[in-house]
């Protein structure tokens, strides 16, 4: 019976951002508590690409009354996305980070909580290939000069205003956290979704329906509750991932890298003019990377630990912190978040196939 869930780990491991294997089984065990054997079969012959039931019944060699049945409850147990366009219920695989994970919002049992962490403490370590980011990071509209020219994708409330279907839903990292006994005090409902991605969440129960003006509200609150805007790496979003640097697992993981201004997507860095700075320490509490400290009365900048983020420029009282653009700012994105997933994915694919394979 394990012969399928391996075949699956080597499924999700060609999608964005892999399913690196672990030691001890702990990877198989995972899959095990998510997918029944029948789901993760049929789940081999999903893609990234949207298709109907029918296509994939085809291929998976069973009736399409079975396979559409089998697909509607994956759907909503967050083990792959769908769509409806046109009278028409379409089905796509989805990655395990950003994807099926995420998806489990509202399944965090203790025994999936327990496979997980087993799962990522005994990942194997191997050389990935660098690939673009799932997100990106973008300030909040007031901390950017209206002197800075800023692109469509720059703009979050830009970014909002491209949609027509909002939906919100807690946030998986600090919904993770508090389930374990830790985290933190900033608010839980800040996933903000959008299009398909929207539907799809209310469709499934993971969140619920919000209009335009309660999206803008959201963002002004995340700002104020120190969070980091982290939309996905597209022209047109899927979702804003509001962040802490305690709780969020792409946050920590920039924490650690020894230049986060150059581990993050972002089109903007910070400058620091010591000779406004009044010493009120606002920037200090605020820097989700630790890039501004303070030692007595020393406030020291270090430019490459900023990603950009504009948490200290947007309260800092007298302009000693502004946003500049990154010399590096890519000319155009993906168009979608889906479009992301398949440019990862291929260069993901090109890369190992260098090496051999996945």
């Known amino acids: 019976m394990d012969e399928v869930y391996r075949r699956l780990a080597e499924h999700l491991d060609r999608l964005p951002d892999g399913f690196a294997p672990s030691e001890g089984g702990a990877d198989i065990r995972l899959l095990k508590r998510l997918f029944t054997p029948e789901e993760a079969e ?26 559409e049945r089998r697909l509607e409850e994956m759907a909503r147990k967050g083990l792959i996305f769908s769509a409806e366009a046109e009278g028409r219920v379409l089905y796509q695989a989805a990655p395990f980070v950003i994807g099926i994970y995420e998806f489990q919002v509202n399944r965090l049992s203790d025994g999936f909580l327990r496979d997980l962490g087993e799962y990522w403490g ?3 370590e191997r050389d990935e290939p660098r690939t673009m980011s799932q997100l990106r990071t973008v300030p909040i509209n007031e901390s950017v000069d209206t002197r800075l020219e800023v692109l469509p994708y720059e703009n979050v409330y830009a970014l909002v205003e491209a949609h027509d279907r909002f939906a919100v839903a807690p946030c998986i990292c600090r919904s993770r956290a508090r389930r374990l006994g830790s985290g933190c005090d900033a608010p839980v409902e800040t996933c903000l979704i ?3 991605f ?8 993971q969140g619920r329906r919000i209009t335009k003006a309660e999206v803008k509200e959201l963002l002004v609150k995340a700002d104020e509750a120190n969070l980091v805007l982290n939309p996905t790496n597209s022209m047109l979003v899927s979702a804003i991932c509001c962040c802490c640097g305690c709780c969020c697992g792409i946050l920590r993981g920039l924490k650690y890298a ?6 993050v997507a972002s089109s903007f860095i910070a400058e620091y003019d010591d000779s406004t700075c009044i010493r009120c320490l606002k920037c200090v509490d605020r820097c989700q990377m630790d890039a501004i400290t303070a030692d007595g009365g020393d406030i020291k900048f270090n430019r490459d630990r900023c990603i950009g983020c504009g948490l200290c420029v947007s309260t800092c009282p007298t302009g000693a912190l502004r ?8 000319e155009r994105l993906p168009e979608t978040f889906f479009d992301t997933w398949r440019t990862i994915a291929k260069q ?9 394979g996945l």
């Open 122 to 124: 005994t990942v194997k």
């Open 42 to 67: 049929l789940a081999l012959h999903l893609t990234l690409e949207r298709e109907e039931a029918g296509a994939i019944a085809a291929r998976a060699g069973m009736a399409e009354e079975e396979a």
């Open 194 to 196: 959008f299009g398909d």
């Open 348 to 356: 993901r694919a090109t890369a190992h196939a260098g090496e051999g």
């Open 198 to 205: 929207a539907d799809y969440y209310v469709r499934t129960g």
């Open 258 to 263: 020894p230049k986060p201004a150059e581990a």
């Open 323 to 330: 946003l500049v653009r990154k010399p590096d700012t890519p």
